[in-house]
């Protein structure tokens, strides 16, 4: 009978041994996963997963190089939806305008945050919002309002970046959908004699005029105060627009950038307060009285008028120009036809 001097195997025990320079790998009994722990500061200690002892390894390497850099490991509890409300509450709300971040949230709300909120932010993968994208447009939102999406969501992971809460940018390796917007079309002037003939009589036809023959924004135009409005050399100076945000009063905010502070020239004719105006002189004499009646118009002849237009630069017409009305007899007509009746 012979015996073995080799000693006994223990492949067994060394599979849950860590390997050099692994750290604390090891696997539960309980489920089987692989872990590994990596130390913190102040006593604190951080556990990584994995399926595998490689998967777990790699994600400690990783982790090690971060400590030993300074930085902070993700959280693996934060999802996507946590981390948008804090981005709303402590960048957007204190670094935008008022209106900006009115538009973030409404978006991050309504989109974002039901169809990826739920998700790990550490464990967001362009696969996830690229296909998050190209649903939203199948189920018929407008292909610039998925555009407006996907920039909201890289601004606010640029922002996890910055805060090394993820190692890269997903939204940035996600396309949108691909296609092309509906072209805009201007009015015509046909367009516009139409809506101004339509407008008649409004209540904002005057301001409908206004905005056809400036090209302002309606919150620019209702912002113009008259210290903006140059009627003698005809232009308007835009300093302010008028907004309103959700229950909060009206209110006049500066334009976004400088560029927005303009001049624009004014060929609209409404600007200037209304007086009553005098009736047109005729180019004709005014038809004698009747017999046995006299004319009670108090109004001074036409040489005894004023004039408001300096004489320096204006010379009288010549009569070969236009010819004199000949006298108002009952065969005659004056040359000038009478004005329409409105």
């Not at 073995?4 to 849950?16: L, Q």
């Not at 790699?58 to 959280?75: D, E, I, M, Y």
């Not at 919150?219 to 302010?240: F, K, M, N, P, Y």
Request: proline share 9%.
């Amino acid at each position: 009978m012979t015996f073995s001097t080799s000693a006994p195997t223990r492949r067994h025990r060394r599979a849950g041994r860590r390997g050099n320079h692994e750290g604390g790998i090891y696997q539960r009994q309980s489920d089987g996963r692989w872990c590994a722990s990596v130390s913190l500061e102040g006593g604190k200690r951080r556990v990584i997963y994995g399926k595998t002892r490689e998967e777990v390894a790699a994600k400690l390497t990783v982790a090690l190089n971060t400590v030993r850099q300074g930085q902070n490991l993700p959280s693996h509890r934060l999802t996507l939806g946590a981390f948008l409300d804090q981005w709303l509450a402590d960048v957007v709300q204190q670094r935008n305008r008022p209106s900006t971040a009115q538009s973030y949230e409404f978006y991050v709300r309504k989109y974002i945050i039901p169809g990826l909120g739920r998700h790990q932010l550490t464990k967001l993968t362009p696969q996830q919002v690229q296909r998050f994208l190209n649903e939203r447009h199948a189920a018929g939102l407008a292909l610039r309002t998925v555009q407006y999406i996907r920039a909201i969501l890289r601004r606010a992971l640029n922002q996890a970046l910055r805060w090394e809460l993820v190692s890269r940018n997903v939204a940035t390796l996600a396309d949108p959908p691909s296609g092309r917007s509906p072209e805009m079309r201007p009015l015509t002037t046909d367009d516009a004699r139409a809506l101004l003939a339509a407008a008649r009589g409004h209540r904002h036809e005057h301001l409908l005029a206004f905005l056809l023959g400036t090209g302002l924004r309606i919150g620019e135009a209702l912002a113009l105060r008259w210290s903006d409005v140059d009627l003698d050399q005809g232009v308007i100076t835009v300093r302010h627009a008028l907004e309103r945000l959700r229950s909060r009063p009206w209110r006049l905010a500066v334009p976004k950038s400088e560029s927005g502070k303009r001049l624009v020239p004014s060929s609209a004719p409404p600007l200037r307060p209304s007086a009553p105006s005098a009736p047109a002189p005729s180019s004709c004499a005014s038809p004698p009285a009747p017999p046995g009646k006299t004319s009670t118009s108090s109004s001074p002849p036409p040489s005894a008028r004023p004039t408001t237009r300096a004489t320096s630069t204006t010379t009288s017409r010549s009569s070969s120009a236009r010819p004199a009305c000949p006298p108002r007899t009952a065969s005659t007509t004056c040359a000038t036809p009478p004005r329409p009746t409105s």
